[in-house]
């Protein structure tokens, strides 16, 4: 097979764009991770595995856990949950909050903070622990039972809670927002401060390129149908306002973390997590990208 190869190569090449970006610092907690780190990894739909450099080291998957939230609201809400929130890319910053008041407290889409925060209220008025719940999902999809959340990275996130907390009230106060704020924000953060490794979060993301099927476990998790559109919409708004410019230079459904972490999927090939702290200023990081790119154009894997 190519991949271990073609993975070593970019892995050295890749880390030349380290010093380009800047680790991710209104999370304090954040900030102290080494800029250095650069992994990859990817899962096949039979399950193998390809990995360089740092990829089995855990880091804060942050936004990433957006896409693993959707997919658990989806399966409990099924269309309905597009009354609450958008499926159109924002054009704006992930946590900017001007066009929540412009469109009655509605977010754009389930990627942005205030979409994902929806997608937790959502959440929470369906699970009564919906932090264990997420916990679980994650460990059983990755096959990591190891899997646990850095409560200081949670703890860092609440202490800086207001653009988020002001989000929320928000739209609690157009009757977009069903359980308490600050049990909302509590879960929201503790999704964004799980702690995984590339390894961990290509196979947990494996059923959204085997048509909702996960490689781990073999169990039929989301539909088709779901699959193709949750694939869709991180197409068309994973990656914010830069995620035009990815669809041009790399041609996958993705999603992004400011921990640095991207998992991009190829349907019907393979889910790979890229992770390198140091990001540009949508908040995505600068040489996971570069690697997506090159991998994108050596497999000739855009979509179209
Ligand atoms: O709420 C926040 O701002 C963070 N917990 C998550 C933001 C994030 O990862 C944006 N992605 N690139």
């Given at each position: 097979m190519i991949l271990q190869p073609l993975l070593d190569r970019i892995d050295s090449q890749a880390r030349r764009h380290i010093g380009q970006g800047k680790v991710a610092d209104y999370i304090p907690a954040l900030a102290r991770v080494p800029a250095e780190r650069f992994g990859m990894a990817i899962c096949t739909l039979d399950g193998e595995l390809y990995c360089s450099g740092d990829a089995r080291e855990p880091f804060s998957i942050q936004s990433i856990s957006k896409a693993f939230?959707?997919?658990m609201a989806?399966?409990?809400y099924g269309d309905e949950l597009w009354q609450r929130v958008g499926k159109e890319p924002s054009g704006?910053?992930?946590?900017?909050?001007?066009q929540l008041e412009f469109e009655q407290g509605i977010p754009?889409?389930?990627?942005?903070?205030?979409?994902?925060?929806?997608?937790?209220?959502?959440?929470?008025?369906?699970?009564?622990?919906?932090?264990?719940?997420?916990?679980?999902?994650?460990?059983?999809?990755?096959?990591?039972?190891?899997?646990r959340i850095d409560h200081k990275v949670a703890d860092s996130e609440y202490e800086h809670r207001f653009r988020n907390a002001a989000m929320a009230n928000l739209m609690k106060s157009f009757g977009n927002f069903r359980n308490e704020v600050d049990e909302v924000l509590r879960a929201y953060f503790s999704y964004c401060a799980l702690s995984m490794s590339c390894v961990d979060l290509a196979r947990?993301?494996?059923?959204?390129?085997?048509?909702?099927c996960c490689v781990v476990t073999g169990e039929q998790w989301l539909s088709r149908l779901?699959?193709?559109?949750?694939?869709?919409?991180?197409?068309t708004s994973g990656l914010y306002d830069a995620a035009g410019d990815f669809a041009y230079r790399v041609g996958m459904p993705a999603k992004s973390g400011v921990g640095g972490g991207?998992?991009?999927?190829?349907?019907?090939?393979?889910?790979?997590?890229?992770?390198?702290?140091?990001?540009?200023c949508y908040g995505n990081s600068v040489a996971g990208i570069w690697a997506l790119e090159e991998l994108s154009r050596a497999l000739d894997l855009r979509l179209f």
């Open positions: 939230a959707l997919a989806q399966q409990r704006n910053a992930f946590n900017s909050l001007v754009r889409n389930p990627f942005i903070n205030a979409g994902a925060l929806v997608v937790v209220d959502a959440l929470s008025s369906r699970l009564s622990a919906p932090v264990h719940a997420f916990l679980e999902a994650m460990r059983l999809r990755s096959g990591n039972p190891g899997l947990a993301f494996s059923f959204l390129a085997n048509g909702g779901q699959t193709q559109q949750l694939n869709a919409l991180l197409f991207i998992v991009a999927v190829v349907p019907g090939r393979f889910t790979v997590c890229v992770w390198s702290p140091e990001l540009n």
